[in-house]
């Protein structure tokens, strides 16, 4: 078993302090990108919205979180032990699982075959989806 990602919270206010430390990075992304991209000022004004930055910012803090990336076996051994609700998505019959718990008492949890990273990218769209978007 191994952790990808950084963002792990004990609480509610820590996710809430995290979400907003990636605001300044949201923007500097989007701006960067609306540059490369050759928007002039007023192309600039009219396509980058608040709501084009806060996606931006729920994508990065969604990138970031703590993901344990395991055997079937080291979930089963996590799950047992949890004392939360998780939400599982995928296939009950393969041999790897992804999970993050939020701060909360509850944790999301995706099954993969082979591909690590896509089902890394599923879970913590699943999880930014199911736990943090309300809370933050």
């Known amino acids: 078993m191994h952790t990808v990602g950084s963002f792990e919270f004990e609480s509610s206010a820590e ?7 990636v605001g300044p ?3 500097t ?16 004004d009219d396509r980058v919205t608040g709501d084009v ?3 931006a ?4 803090f ?8 395991g055997s079937r076996e080291a979930y089963e051994k996590w799950r047992d032990e949890y004392e939360g609700e998780v939400t599982e998505i995928g296939n009950e019959n393969v041999d790897n699982v992804v999970w993050h718990a939020g701060p ?5 949890a995706a099954t993969f075959q082979n591909e690590e990273e896509a089902a890394v990218a ?7 989806g199911r736990i943090y978007r309300e809370l933050v």
């Open 53 to 55: 930055v806060e996606t």
């Open 57 to 60: 910012r729920d994508a990065l």
């Open 25 to 27: 990075a949201a923007q």
């Open 62 to 69: 969604a990138s970031l979180l703590s993901v344990a990336v």
């Open 104 to 108: 909360e008492g509850e944790a999301v």
């Open 15 to 21: 996710a809430r302090e995290a979400y907003e430390s």
């Open 122 to 128: 599923t879970l913590r769209r699943q999880a930014f």
């Open 29 to 44: 992304v989007v701006r960067e990108v609306a540059k490369a991209m050759s928007f002039d000022r007023a192309e600039y």
